[in-house]
């Protein structure tokens, strides 16, 4: 049996001064709890404090899409899966979901990765060691289910 998505085992909690006059988690937190998520897998993948002291080479955020699927409170408790969808010898395109503990979604965020040397900085090509684990994982998530909300699009729909 396929694992529908591969999850992250860190479960995330949502800080006080994260919470809005909404009562609620603030949209930019979001983007931080996506972050912590994905530097956890980017560890995996040998990006890290410790590669950008060795090589001057790092990640930059290049497109970040989010949606707000459902309300997230103080005192919840969320994990975030990570897809790897697609790379190449620069950049890697993934899609993340943010599961609350009681098991429904309540963000999905999905993101173009660039590697970049710090010199320029300008986008470059990652070495082999990192790109073959990148592979790997490409790899073992094509053969998992594709999250629906892959490549959505912001717009507002139209009747007829």
Do not use: C
């Not at 809005?20 to 530097?39: I, K, S």
Request: proline share 4%; net charge negative; no cysteine.
């Amino acid at each position: 049996m396929t694992q529908k998505i591969p999850f992250i085992d860190t479960w995330l909690e949502i800080e006080p001064g994260w919470i809005d006059y909404n009562d609620h988690l603030n949209m930019g937190y979001y983007t931080v709890l996506f972050d912590r998520a994905a530097d956890v897998v980017f560890e995996q993948l040998g990006f890290g404090p410790e590669y950008i002291a060795r090589t001057n080479h790092t990640t930059f955020s290049g497109e970040f899409h989010l949606r707000y699927l459902r309300e997230v409170k103080l005192g919840d408790r969320l994990r975030s899966s990570f897809y790897l969808i697609d790379y190449d010898e620069k950049r890697f395109h993934t899609y993340q979901e943010l599961y609350h503990e009681d098991g429904w979604i309540s963000a999905s965020g999905e993101g173009l990765t660039l590697h970049v040397n710090l010199d320029g900085p300008k986008v470059a090509p990652m070495p082999e060691d990192i790109l073959g684990r990148i592979a790997a994982m490409a790899e073992a998530h094509s053969a998992l289910d594709r999250p629906e909300g892959i490549g959505r699009k912001i717009g507002i729909r139209r009747k007829g």
